[in-house]
């Protein structure tokens, strides 16, 4: 019978669900295979109780973990089902002579695309839940977030879904301007760090993250997440039994819901705007056709564009970087490749090139305005060094060892760090040469030498900015005063960066053992006390100026045959406020010149006095033992 | 009534309707015809809601049809591709029909099965074209609709069932009143079931009157003059003209009086006014609009 209203059709809907049972059938038998492996699992093991934090702790692990991937796909399926009228000029004529407005067609289908998203949950769930609570694992507050969760992800979902089903006019562009949608921001992200790697100094990142949060299934996977408690017993100090299970960031759902719920007003809208005769189109919407076509061509111009340029110009440039002129002449190429490309999609013919010259020319002048401002980093992103009231830590790499510093604990060697990587920054041109040369081997009888310098900040937003500079650079530079070697050298050997190298006295880390080796007595584990000693030790040495200066050319010859390492370990809380332990390690050179360390190691036992040769002594004993035996035995050296 | 006032609509820039107009009067039957490409298809997707046209004015008993799901309730439309789901039976389209349509009546459906003699159970993708043209006839008719929209509706039936559809529909006409629009390069068919006609070509309607004004708007005479005059006098505005031997036969836009009285002072030897089918109408009314029938001798 005819519906009462105008804006829902109950005929249209159960249509709907009967023409496509296949889809939802075939998923809901999907969904009901959970239950019943649980079931033979439980049966399997001879346990047929489960405690309901237990099934709790089932539903949100599936909630976070599978529900945003599963839903990703089977919501662009249950879309192109509902949606499919209107890319054919024929069944897009019934659905709107129909006496029925657009609104109570746009509801009736949204219904029934949601309706067909939901019965293979609702299969699954029900299933579960009857069958846990057989088991006495009923838990109705983990059964009804869970429920609000996979509702508000099916909502994001296909509402996405359903927003790229009235952008266009083809069925078989649907899916790939959904999954295009879906994973656009990443994508971007991608990109800009690949020009950014090739253009720009001192960036290395791939991706940054930054705008991961425009992708609802990579953002939901990586922060939707549940914590779980467990009993302690007191006698042992294991783990027990599930105390409670919460889930962390369901906030978030609510948001892309509430971003769904948008996206599936702003259909609405569409349809309302939506002229039939766009069925069959690539793009239906006028306004969305330049956004195409330039969108296609400056994706085209940016991944064509650097294919290009690495299977025609990469290979025999002498740099790391781009050249500019040649990856723009790409980037245009590439372009408009795109740009007619997409062209001929819009118009459905392939005469599209009359009319298309200011097009063209724009496409054209905005890749050589890219490649101008990367090339001459037109946003300034080379030259950004965050202040110090936006830092909340520094993690520093350079000469072999890692440095955390925050403004609040090291403020000097946070602004001397700081002052460092401008110096690198003005001295590019001067870093990029001397790092050719010595890529290509120098003919300077002055030895040269490299090392890498990387700065990653965290902010307090959360953002990080991460550089990552190779330098190099050789023994003259060194003393030259002005030069970024000399700057970097002053640096990592200031007295105070010798002391946080060896992490003594710093109540973030914690010693946690060591090794110790020498060429006589054997390797040994280390213990905390040891360890402590020896570490003393090399501070007092540190303290009389005989540990701690890197010798950037150092060989390792005039240190003594010894292994000598001790590991730290960092408790850090995690922005989801789970403690974890972060773990470093640095080796020790003993040389002659550590009278302190020397001294503790023989109070340790650790060595004897025969221990204390050198590399390089070493190194000629073993010449001589092998001449010597080489004259014992002259038939056997033959 | 459907009245259709200054109808414009454009597709990427290419006008398939340029301000047309045309009134179909209440319990009318009105043919559209027109050539190719006229916009007759694209005129009645706007009079059925699937358009929106850019502009102009588009009412069915004064009411505008865009978004007006109460009067679309009382009009059924039987378009030449006419679409059905694929996996659907005649009596899956039947209920679905039946869920849109208030006034459906079961009744009627009945009844029409008699006539139609269709297999209801089954899928209507297995069943001919014409079969499937049937069905629409079948359904459209049981929603019973006020007003019936036809695209090349008999396009496929064999001549009975062509005979019976048609019937069916002047049954409507005439025991409740429907007002028909039907469009169809079958102008012979037509001329026997409308009566109003209208002529659409490049997006424009030339012409619409009833038939009988039509026919007497145009005249078809065969004359043979006196001897020694072997040509039509040049004075004469003939639409069209052929000899065969010392008859000519003239096409002139004027009633057969008016054209007789014109001829009477060349003294014919004869003078013969035969009535235009609506096939010759159409010829010769388009000829007038550029379009290439010169070289067609009838």
Not at chain 1, 218 to 238: F, I, K, M, P, W
Not at chain 1, 513 to 518: E, I, K, R, T, V
Not at chain 2, 175 to 190: A, D, F, I, P, Q
Request: glycine letters at 8%.
């Amino acid at each position: 019978m005819q519906s009462k209203t105008s804006f829902f059709n109950p005929t249209l809907f159960r249509k709907n669900l009967s023409r496509y049972w296949p889809l939802w059938g075939f998923a809901s038998f999907v969904g009901f295979l959970l239950p019943a492996a649980a079931l033979v699992q439980m049966v399997h093991q001879g346990d047929l109780h489960i405690a309901p934090l237990v099934v709790r702790e089932g539903y949100y692990a599936l909630l976070c973990d599978a529900v945003p991937i599963v839903s990703l796909g089977y919501a662009i399926l249950c879309a192109m089902a509902v949606w499919n009228y209107l890319y054919n000029a024929r069944s897009v004529g019934l659905m709107h002579t129909l006496p029925i407005r657009r609104e109570g067609l746009f509801l009736t289908n949204l219904l029934s695309g949601l309706a067909m998203m939901l019965i293979p949950y609702a299969v699954a769930g029900g299933l579960s839940t009857i069958l846990f609570a057989c088991c006495g694992g009923f838990d109705a507050w983990g059964t009804l977030v869970t429920i609000l969760g996979v509702i508000g992800e099916s909502l994001a979902f296909f509402g996405i879904a359903t927003f790229c089903a009235f952008l266009t006019g083809n069925i078989f562009v649907l899916p790939a301007l959904y999954f295009l949608l879906n994973f656009l921001a990443p994508l971007g992200d991608w990109i800009v760090n690949l020009f950014a790697r090739g253009f720009l100094f001192g960036f290395t990142s791939q991706y940054s993250g930054s705008v991961e949060f425009l992708c609802p299934v990579v953002y939901l996977c990586q922060n939707l997440y549940y914590h779980s408690e467990y009993a302690r017993d007191s006698v042992t100090g294991r783990n027990t039994a599930l105390s409670a299970v919460t889930l962390e960031g369901g906030w978030l759902i609510a948001l892309y819901a509430a971003a769904g719920l948008l996206f599936l007003g702003l259909s609405y809208l569409l349809y309302r705007r939506r002229q039939s005769e766009r069925a069959g189109d690539v793009v239906a919407v006028r306004a969305f056709r330049p956004i195409f076509r330039f969108g296609a061509a400056a994706l085209c111009a940016l991944l064509g564009g650097r294919l290009l340029y690495a299977l025609l110009w990469e290979s025999f440039q002498s740099g790391d970087g781009f050249a500019p002129v040649p990856m723009a002449i790409f980037l245009m190429v590439a372009g408009l490749i795109g740009y007619y490309g997409a062209s001929m999609l819009l118009s459905k013919s392939l005469r599209v090139f009359r009319g298309s010259a200011v097009g063209a020319l724009c496409l054209v002048v905005a890749c050589a305005a890219f490649c101008a401002g990367m090339r001459f980093d037109l946003f300034g992103a080379e030259r950004r060094i965050p202040e110090d009231s936006e830092i909340h830590q520094l993690e520093l790499y350079a000469a072999g060892n890692t440095y955390y510093l925050s403004p609040e604990d090291n403020a000097q060697l946070l602004a001397e760090a700081k002052m460092l990587q401008e110096t690198l920054i003005a001295q590019k041109s001067l870093i990029e040469s001397n790092y050719e040369t010595y890529r290509h081997g120098s003919t300077s009888s002055d030895p040269d030498t490299y090392t890498s310098i990387r700065y990653v900040y965290t902010l307090k937003n959360g953002a990080t900015v991460e550089r990552f500079y190779t330098v190099s650079f050789t023994r003259s530079d060194l003393q030259e005063p002005g030069n970024y070697a000399h700057a970097l050298d002053a640096f990592i050997n200031s007295a105070a960066m010798r002391q946080a190298r060896l992490r003594w006295g710093d109540p973030d880390f914690k010693v946690e053992g060591g090794w110790f080796s020498a060429q006589y007595t054997g390797g040994f584990d280390l213990g905390t006390r040891e360890c402590e000693t020896l570490l003393s030790a090399i501070a007092r040495d540190a303290g009389n100026g005989a540990w701690g200066r890197y010798d950037w050319f150092e060989d390792g010859e005039t240190a003594y045959a010894m292994d000598l390492s001790f590991s730290f370990v960092r408790t850090l809380t995690d922005e989801r406020g789970t403690r974890y332990e972060s773990y470093d390690s640095i080796s020790i050179a003993v040389r002659p010149e550590m009278a302190e360390t020397k001294q503790a190691l023989l109070d340790l036992g650790l060595v004897g006095e025969e221990d204390f040769i050198t590399w390089a002594e070493l190194k000629e004993d073993s010449i001589t033992r092998a001449e010597l035996k080489e004259e014992a035995t002259p038939e056997t050296a033959a | 009534m459907i009245q259709v006032r200054n109808l414009t609509k454009t597709f990427d820039g290419f006008a398939a309707l340029q301000e047309a107009s045309l009134t179909v009067p209440r319990g009318s039957v009105y043919g559209l015809v027109g050539p190719n490409g006229a916009g007759k298809s694209t005129l009645i997707r706007h009079l059925t809601g699937i358009y929106r046209p850019d502009s102009g004015e588009i009412t069915i008993d004064g009411e505008p049809v865009w978004e007006n799901a109460s009067l679309k309730a009382r009009v059924a439309v039987i378009p030449d591709d006419w679409y059905y789901f694929s996996s659907a039976s005649i009596r899956d389209m039947m209920r679905f029909y039946r869920g849109f349509y208030p006034r459906f009546s079961m009744e009627r459906w009945e009844k029409l099965r008699d006539i139609f003699r269709l297999d209801e159970k089954r899928l209507i993708r297995h069943l001919s074209k014409g079969m499937q043209k049937q069905a629409a006839f079948w359904l459209s008719l049981s929603a019973m609709p006020d007003c019936l929209i036809l695209d090349e509706p008999v396009d496929g039936l064999d001549p009975v069932m062509r005979r019976q559809v048609w019937s069916l529909v002047m049954g409507d006409v005439s025991e409740r009143g429907s007002t028909v629009l039907v469009s169809s390069h079958n102008l012979r068919e037509l001329e026997d079931v409308c009566d109003h006609v209208g002529i659409l070509d490049h997006g424009k309607v030339l012409l619409e009157r009833s038939l009988a004004q039509l026919q007497d708007n145009m005249v078809k005479l065969q004359v043979v003059f006196p001897d020694g005059m072997t040509e039509v006098p040049a004075e004469i505005p003939v639409l069209h003209a052929s000899r065969i031997g010392r008859i000519h036969t003239l096409i002139l836009r004027m009633n057969a009086d008016e054209a007789t009285a014109l001829l009477a002072q060349y003294q014919p030897l004869l003078v013969d006014a035969v009535p235009l089918t609506l096939e010759e109408i159409f010829i010769y009314e388009l000829g007038g609009a550029d379009y290439a029938v010169k070289d067609i001798v009838l």
